[in-house]
């Protein structure tokens, strides 16, 4: 009991990391560098920010998706005394979401090489080079949508096993499903409707929600020992 509830905490924690560097990669420092609609501008950006730049998205994309590695066996760890088959499900479509984002952070890299004046890329005129750069960056956000898309899976089954789990409280599970609505309707329609731009305050609001109250449940209450305890039996 005492080595399930080190995981639960250990999840918590990686959910708190995983958090932070998403927001330092997927928003906070893409708001200084790029300046949508303006290649010239985001590519200036980069080239004087080239440390915040690295660091900052590939850094810590990169601190993102080593913890979603760890966190997706943890969690199938967590919960596959309610269902090994959908436990392995769910850790599996967070994996193949992780595979997707870490193949999609060559985006990244192609940019700054473009940006960077490199020699061999001296046959691109200055504003060749900068819609390059501003095109793989665009398509670096398809690619993190994509990457969603398959976390979709995870976060349904998730809910489920929670909801079924007898040791995590139901409102969880039931907090899960919505955001994988959220996930999916936003995914879909980011990937699908070329008019659908920008994540509704709702959507965004449902899945925010899930993601928070989840992991601060790891980490005040980890798990009920008697409901894994009962669990834990049945499964064996």
């Known amino acids: 009991m005492k080595s399930i509830q080190r995981n639960a905490r250990f999840a918590g ?17 893409p708001s200084l560098i790029i300046v949508p609609g303006d290649a010239a501008a985001t590519a200036n950006n980069i080239n004087e920010s080239a440390t915040l730049f690295r660091l900052g ?8 998706l080593l913890s979603e590695v760890v966190l997706a066996v943890v969690l199938y760890v967590l919960l596959k005394p309610v269902d090994k ?46 819609s390059l750069a501003m095109l793989f960056l665009d ?23 929670i909801f079924k789990s007898g040791y995590f409280p139901k409102i969880l599970g039931v907090l899960f499903i919505a955001a994988g609505v959220g996930y999916l309707v936003d995914s879909f329609a980011l990937l699908l409707l070329p008019s659908y731009e920008t994540t509704p305050g709702i959507i965004a609001a449902t899945i925010a929600i899930a993601e928070i109250a ?13 409901g894994w305890e009962k669990r834990s039996l049945e499964s064996a």
């Open 139 to 161: 398509a670096h956000g398809y690619g993190f949508t994509i990457g969603i898309a398959f976390l979709t899976i995870h976060v349904f089954v998730l809910g489920y096993l």
């Open 214 to 226: 989840f992991p601060v449940w790891l980490l005040i209450k980890g798990v009920n020992k008697e």
């Open 85 to 130: 088959t959908l436990s392995l499900i769910a850790a599996v479509s967070r994996l193949v979401m992780t595979t997707v984002h870490g193949i999609n952070m060559i985006n990244y890299f192609f940019a700054i090489l473009l940006v960077s004046g490199t020699g061999y890329l001296s046959v691109f005129s200055a504003e060749q080079a900068q």
């Open 13 to 29: 924690v990686l959910y708190l990391v995983i958090t932070v560097a998403a927001i330092l990669a997927h928003i906070y420092v």
């Open 57 to 64: 998205t590939v850094g810590g994309e990169l601190v993102v």
